[in-house]
């Protein structure tokens, strides 16, 4: 292996990290496959140390798992651990809401309606419209300016995207009904905190009933309280 400096393996491990992250977000290596990191090295024309490296901070991430002397997996999630992200993200992203409706402006209002349309315009393409709907969320979460939260709901999104993902592609319906993105808008054009707070929420809690029980029902488990 040849040597190379510190600011190319971070290259190369970053170039890594966005590769492997991109496949498990969009659904392309499902929960439970194996990663192996010569395989991936010889995709990006690197070596595996950036690649092994990209996998810890993945690890970290919650998005792939490394087994001591057995390589690392793709986490697997069971419903129950997607339905406990979904809270977790409602509860975060209902934070996010209610300290935006105070900051919100009318640009910000604009912004957000701009994009509602492009995940209108992205209805037959499940791929597209949910990186529509992830620019919506994130730049929603954005306004109030905290970045550690911020942070932690993309990781939390990120963690429930390819069953996001999945369950758009099997039912070809993206926006879940009573689930719709303006209802949002409307919600933050109030600069009512705590109405924002429990839209977000309660938008967030709907999406979570019919992908849970679409992922209960696709397991061959009963579908309780959903």
């Known amino acids: ?17 966005r590769y ?10 499902p929960g439970g496959t194996k990663i192996v990191p010569s395989e991936i090295a010889e995709v990006l024309g690197i070596s595996r140390m950036p690649v092994r490296e990209a996998l810890v901070q993945l690890d970290a ?18 419903p129950e651990d997607v339905e406990e992200l979904f809270q977790m993200r409602a509860a975060l992203e209902g934070l996010a809401a209610r300290h935006a409706a105070v900051k919100c402006t009318e640009m910000h209002l604009h912004e957000l309606e701009i994009m509602a349309g492009r995940m209108d315009r992205a ?6 419209w949910l990186r529509h709907h992830d620019e919506f969320h994130d730049y ?28 758009n592609r099997v039912y ?35 999406a979570a009933v019919s992908v849970i029980a679409f992922l209960r029902q696709r397991n061959g488990t009963k579908v309780a309280g959903l």
């Open 1 to 17: 292996m040849s040597f190379i400096d510190g600011d190319a393996q971070q290259s190369a491990q970053q170039q890594a990290y």
């Open 20 to 29: 492997i992250r991109d496949q498990i977000v969009g659904g392309a290596i």
């Open 61 to 78: 991430e919650g998005l792939v798992t490394n087994r001591p002397n057995r390589g690392a997996i793709v986490t697997p999630l069971k």
């Open 123 to 128: 209805a037959d393409d499940a791929q597209l």
């Open 140 to 167: 929603m979460c954005s306004i109030p300016g905290r970045a550690r939260l911020l942070a932690e709901i993309r990781r939390i999104r990120a963690s429930v995207h390819p069953y996001l993902l999945l369950y």
């Open 172 to 206: 070809d319906r993206p926006e879940m009904e009573g689930a719709e993105h303006r209802a949002l808008i409307d919600a933050l054009r109030t600069k009512n905190g705590t109405l924002a707070e429990r839209a977000v929420s309660h938008h967030i809690d709907t």
